[in-house]
């Protein structure tokens, strides 16, 4: 008997997933919804490009650098919620490449390097048990004037994912961390808006050519 989307995505994320309280993932119910009704009312070709994760890629203009992308982001999620709503929001559109943006709210939740990892390795399980020949591209925890205080942790836990990508040629680690840093050594004020946290149009701007130098 063929497994559903939902019944694979759920076999292979076991593993993180009893680690969770049940109700855990309930609260992205309602958004988690939206973006499956906003899918199916317009149904992006399969094969496409995917973006994936938390707010920054939630809040992303992606008609400019990847026109036809299918954004599934929702804001304030850590890897383990992309990839227990996977079977639901990337696999049944068979994408075949995904730009992955989470990590950042791992880390602000006390989140050790080592979890950042292995929970990436379990995104990267389940979506390569569907679709082994999707290309994953793992955009690095952004230094950000909010969080600057937690620039060594991700730091240490961009160094453990970028160990995982080079080891898979199905993966590659994109570097957001140089492009943001001024001269002094710290994220440039204005890649901001106002909170410090999520990035100005000036940011989305270095993402943009970023994304596009990876498309081939």
Same mark, same amino acid.
């Given at each position: 008997?063929?497994?559903?989307?939902?019944?694979?995505? %759920?076999?292979?994320?076991?593993?993180?997933?009893?680690?969770? =309280?049940?109700?855990?993932?309930?609260?992205?119910?309602?958004?988690?919804?939206?973006?499956? !009704?906003?899918?199916?009312?317009?149904?992006?070709?399969?094969?496409?490009?995917?973006?994936?994760? %938390?707010?920054?890629?939630?809040?992303?203009?992606? =008609?400019?650098?990847?026109?036809?992308?299918?954004?599934?982001?929702?804001?304030?999620?850590?890897?383990?919620?992309?990839?227990?709503?996977?079977?639901?929001?990337?696999? /049944?559109?068979?994408?075949?490449?995904?730009?992955?943006?989470?990590?950042?709210?791992?880390?602000? %939740?006390?989140?050790?390097?080592?979890?950042?990892?292995?929970?990436?390795?379990?995104?990267?399980?389940?979506?390569?048990?569907?679709?082994?020949?999707?290309?994953?591209? &793992?955009?690095?925890?952004? /230094?950000?004037?909010?969080?600057?205080? =937690?620039?060594?942790? =991700?730091?240490?836990?961009?160094?453990?994912? !970028?160990?995982?990508?080079?080891?898979?040629?199905?993966?590659? &680690?994109?570097?957001?961390?140089?492009?943001?840093?001024?001269?002094? @050594?710290?994220?440039?004020?204005?890649?901001?808006?106002?909170? @410090?946290?999520?990035? %100005?149009?000036?940011? &989305?701007?270095?993402?943009?050519?970023?994304?596009?130098?990876?498309?081939?």
């Amino acid at each position: 008997m063929r497994l559903s989307l939902t019944a694979v995505a %759920s076999l292979v994320a076991v593993s993180f997933a009893s680690a969770q =309280q049940p109700d855990s993932f309930a609260k992205w119910e309602k958004e988690i919804a939206g973006i499956e !009704k906003r899918l199916t009312d317009a149904p992006p070709k399969k094969g496409g490009t995917l973006f994936a994760g %938390s707010s920054s890629i939630r809040l992303w203009k992606l =008609q400019e650098p990847v026109p036809g992308a299918i954004n599934v982001g929702f804001g304030g999620s850590v890897i383990r919620d992309s990839t227990h709503f996977a079977g639901r929001i990337v696999l /049944p559109h068979e994408p075949a490449r995904i730009f992955f943006y989470a990590g950042d709210n791992d880390v602000a %939740s006390k989140h050790t390097p080592e979890q950042v990892r292995d929970d990436f390795q379990a995104f990267v399980k389940l979506i390569h048990a569907k679709l082994p020949k999707t290309r994953i591209l &793992y955009l690095a925890i952004k /230094p950000s004037l909010k969080r600057w205080e =937690q620039y060594e942790t =991700q730091k240490s836990a961009n160094a453990m994912v !970028k160990e995982v990508c080079e080891k898979d040629e199905r993966l590659t &680690y994109l570097d957001t961390v140089t492009i943001m840093l001024g001269k002094d @050594g710290k994220p440039m004020p204005e890649l901001f808006v106002k909170d @410090g946290l999520h990035m %100005s149009e000036k940011g &989305y701007a270095l993402w943009n050519d970023l994304v596009k130098n990876h498309l081939k």
